[in-house]
């Protein structure tokens, strides 16, 4: 029997935070206050930046909150995240909101993934399914935003095409 659209991302968000895990693995103490120029975030930032937002946009899906919404699209980012902990902080909370992710779809009924969200306030119109699957994109977009900020701090970061060597 073919997977249902919420195992499959289920399974998607495990791989790439499987992914993420490799790069988060490069990131020193040194590095979290780094950032290439002015306007961008420093690496603690965009560690920051990714479970707040995730936990942000499972609450919309999931429970019907536009919390983070609401303070987030009219005040921007700093409205929502808070002040950045050290690396080994940052770290736990993104493995805690991935687990609590995981836990809290894989609960709900497979037919949630079709309902929908809407705050035309916001101007936000989603299905659930839409929502989930962007906290996948979302991860994977700043993943790779890590791994340009480790190859300019001369890290070394994996490459997501090369297959690593048979053991």
Known sequence: MPATLQEFFLKQKEAAR????????LIRP????????ARALTVAETLRHLWTSEE????????GDFSYQEA????????????????????????????????????????????????????IRRKVSVLLFSINDHEIHHRAVLMVYLRMLGRPAPEPFILPPKS
């Open 72 to 123: 987030r699209m009219p005040k921007g980012l700093s409205a929502v995240m808070g002040a950045p902990g050290n690396l080994e902080e940052e770290l736990q909370h993104l493995e805690r909101v991935h687990r609590e992710t995981l836990a809290e779809v894989a609960a709900r009924p497979p037919e949630i993934l079709d309902e929908e969200r809407a705050n035309p306030a916001l101007g």
């Open 56 to 63: 942000g946009v499972r609450r919309l899906a999931l429970h």
């Open 30 to 37: 040194e590095h979290m206050a780094w950032k290439p120029e």
């Open 18 to 25: 499987k992914r993420s895990r490799e790069v988060f693995a």
